[in-house]
C-alpha cells in the first residue's frame, strides 16, 4: 500500500449531496467533467483542475444522472421532475427537454453521439433520436419489475441495465427482447462501461465485479472493506477504485485485487467514482456535496498538483486544496 497521503483538489458550489459523475473523452482543450446532484443544477468542470467552468439551469428537482458527449459539445441530465434534458454544453441552453411519467435516474450516449438513452422509475428504457428530438421515443424497453439505477448502451446494438430487482439485464435494441440476465444478492448499486466498451464494473453489497460486455461472462469479482455504492475501472485496467458508506476511497489492484490506497476525504459517504480519461485521476462525488479529485499516481506533477517545494495554487471559490 502506497504510503504518500493523498491531498484531494476539492470542488465546492454544489448545496446537496452528488449523487452523478461523467467525463468527455479527451478533447482539443482538454476534458470536461459533469457533476449530478440533488440541488437540482448539474455542473460542468475543467477535468484537469476542477475549475468551475458554468452551471446549468432549469430542472425543477433532484438530479440523479449526467452525461457528456464525446467532444463535450452536448451534456444531458435525468431529474426528479420527470424530465431528460439536452444541453448545449457550450452555453448551458436547454436543447430539448424529454417528457416522461416519472424520475429519470439515468442518462447515456450513444458511441457516435447520436441517440440518448434514458432509465426511469417507470421501470422503462427509452431511446431517443437526437437528430429527431421531438419525435417521441425512439425505442422503449420495459425493461425491470423495480426502479431502474442505471442503463448504457453496448456496442450501439444492445442495452444494459441495473436495477433495484437485483438484476442486472441485456437488451437487443433490433428485435426489444431480454437476452441476459444476471441476478444478486443485493442491489447493484453502479453501473459502468469501460472506455474502451470491453469490460462492465457493477458495484453490489461489499463487492466489485467485472463482465465481458461481449458474453455477459464474469471476468473478476472482489471483496471491499465497505458497503460500495460506486465503483470505477481505471482506462489502463490496471486499478480500480470504489466507494462507499465507510466515507473512505479506495484503489485496487485490478489483477489481484490487492488494496493499494485508502483515503479520507470526503465527510459524507462516497456516491460516486469515476476516472479521467487519460487515467491520471479518479473525481468523487458525495453526500456532503462535494467533489474530489483524486491523483492516479500520487506525487506526480499535474494539473494543480505541484511538487512539495513549490506553492500551492490560491482557493477560487468553487476549488481549494481540502487536507484529509
Known amino acids: 500500500m502506497t504510503t504518500l497521503k493523498q491531498v ?19 478533447t482539443s482543450d482538454g476534458f ?23 452551471t446549468f ?33 457550450r452555453y448551458g441552453e436547454v436543447v430539448h427537454t424529454f417528457d416522461h411519467e416519472h424520475i429519470v435516474k439515468s ?36 425493461a425491470h419489475t423495480n426502479s431502474i439505477r442505471h442503463a448504457v448502451f453496448l456496442n ?11 438484476t442486472m439485464r441485456v ?32 458495484a453490489h453489497g461489499t463487492n466489485v465485479s467485472f ?17 460500495c455504492y460506486s465503483a470505477s475501472l481505471a482506462p489502463g485496467r490496471a486499478t480500480f477504485v470504489c466507494g462507499g458508506e465507510d466515507l473512505k ?5 485490478y489483477n489481484t485485487g490487492t488494496e493499494l490506497e485508502s483515503n479520507k476525504g470526503h465527510f459524507g459517504p462516497v456516491h460516486i467514482v469515476r476516472w479521467s480519461p487519460d487515467g491520471e485521476l479518479y473525481a468523487t462525488g458525495s453526500e456532503d456535496g462535494t467533489v474530489r479529485l483524486w491523483q492516479g499516481v500520487p506525487g506526480r506533477v499535474y494539473g494543480l498538483w505541484r511538487r512539495s517545494h513549490e506553492p500551492a495554487p490560491l482557493a477560487n471559490g468553487f476549488k481549494e486544496l481540502a487536507a484529509n
Open 107 to 142: 442518462v447515456n450516449f450513444n458511441a457516435d453521439d447520436t441517440l440518448l438513452l434514458t432509465a426511469s422509475n417507470e421501470k422503462l428504457i427509452r431511446v431517443f433520436d437526437l437528430n429527431k428530438p421531438d419525435a417521441g421515443a425512439l425505442e422503449k424497453f420495459s
Open 171 to 202: 437488451w437487443d435494441r433490433s428485435s426489444g427482447q431480454e437476452v441476459n440476465k444476471i441476478e444478486f444478492p443485493t442491489i447493484p448499486n453502479s453501473l459502468e462501461l469501460s472506455r474502451d466498451g470491453a469490460i462492465l464494473t457493477v
Open 211 to 227: 463482465y465481458s460486455s461481449d458474453t455477459m461472462r464474469k471476468m473478476r469479482e472482489f471483496s471491499v472493506p465497505t458497503p
Open 8 to 26: 484531494p483538489l476539492t470542488c465546492g458550489g454544489h448545496t446537496r449531496p452528488v449523487v452523478h459523475l461523467d467525463f468527455s473523452d479527451v
Open 156 to 166: 450501439n446494438s444492445r442495452i444494459v441495465s441495473v436495477s433495484d430487482d437485483l
Open 249 to 253: 476511497v479506495y484503489k485496487f489492484d
Open 32 to 54: 470536461y467533467l459533469i457533476s449530478a446532484c440533488k440541488d437540482g443544477k448539474p455542473m460542468l468542470r475543467q477535468g484537469e483542475t476542477g475549475d468551475w467552468i458554468g
Open 57 to 89: 439551469e432549469g430542472h425543477k428537482g433532484a438530479v440523479w444522472g449526467v452525461a457528456l458527449t464525446q467532444n463535450a459539445n452536448l451534456a444531458a441530465s435525468g431529474a426528479a421532475d420527470f424530465t431528460a434534458k439536452l444541453w448545449d454544453a
